[in-house]
């Protein structure tokens, strides 16, 4: 099956613009999970959508924001860019059934804002 | 709060053991794993819950201590394929159940 897609996979910006970031889940899987990674400050949870809600955000502003579609596709959206913005945006998908629980990551799309 | 991992890097050789801990200021209520390898994405081990039992992944396996708050992953008879670095994710209420990392522990398994 196909794995998790995201797009683009790199992407250079400026300062006080703004950047949209899609992931395309495994089929199946209605959870979506997003995730920064620096150098810095290493994996930070961002949000996670079940079902196009929001069931948990991590402790970023609220510049950091996100959806999920009926199709269980999901977008972040960073307005405002800052330098400290560039980073690693990791979206993962997972399915929780009975005791069995799987989780897979996307390739991350590689956002550096100047 | 972020979960202490230790140590920060191991190196081993092919075959041998080791044991990555990952410790908790605040109670547990799940424990995630994961290996990153360098320029790739995280792949997630497995998931450890409270009160659940130790999991498994070929040779790699985790236990779950809930009174120490901590977890141990265990990587057995390691293989050159082991080699990157792991990551723990922790869940607690006093987070409101947001997954919070440690800071990874570095493997790097020589033949």
């Known amino acids: 099956k196909a794995g998790v897609t995201q797009t683009p996979r790199y992407l250079i910006k400026t300062r006080g613009q703004q950047v949209t970031l899609s992931c395309s889940p495994i089929s199946g899987h209605r959870s979506v999970s997003w995730y920064q990674q620096t150098p810095g400050q290493g994996l930070q949870f961002l949000f996670e959508y079940f079902s196009e809600t929001q069931r948990n955000k991590g402790n970023f502003p609220g510049r950091f924001s996100g959806r999920q579609f009926s199709n269980s596709r999901s977008e972040m959206n960073v307005s405002t860019l800052e330098l400290g913005d560039s980073a690693l945006y990791l979206c993962?998908?997972?399915?929780?059934?009975?005791?069995?629980?799987?989780?897979?990551f996307g390739p991350g799309t590689r956002l550096t804002v100047t | 709060q972020q979960p202490v991992q230790s140590p920060q890097a191991v190196i081993l050789r092919e075959g041998e053991d080791a044991v990555i801990n990952c410790s908790s200021s605040?109670?547990?209520?799940?424990v995630h794993w994961y290996r990153q390898k360098h320029g790739e994405a995280p792949v997630f081990l497995m998931i450890l819950l409270k009160g659940g039992e130790q999991k498994g992944h070929d040779k790699i396996s985790a236990s779950f201590n809930e009174k120490k708050q901590q977890s141990s992953l265990y990587l057995t008879a390691s293989q050159l394929s082991y080699s990157g670095t792991y990551f723990c994710g922790t869940e607690t209420k006093a987070a409101g159940n947001k997954l919070t990392f440690g800071g990874g522990t570095r493997v790097l398994v020589k033949p």
């Open positions: 605040k109670a547990l209520y799940s």
């Open positions: 993962a998908s997972s399915l929780a059934s009975g005791v069995t629980y799987e989780q897979y």
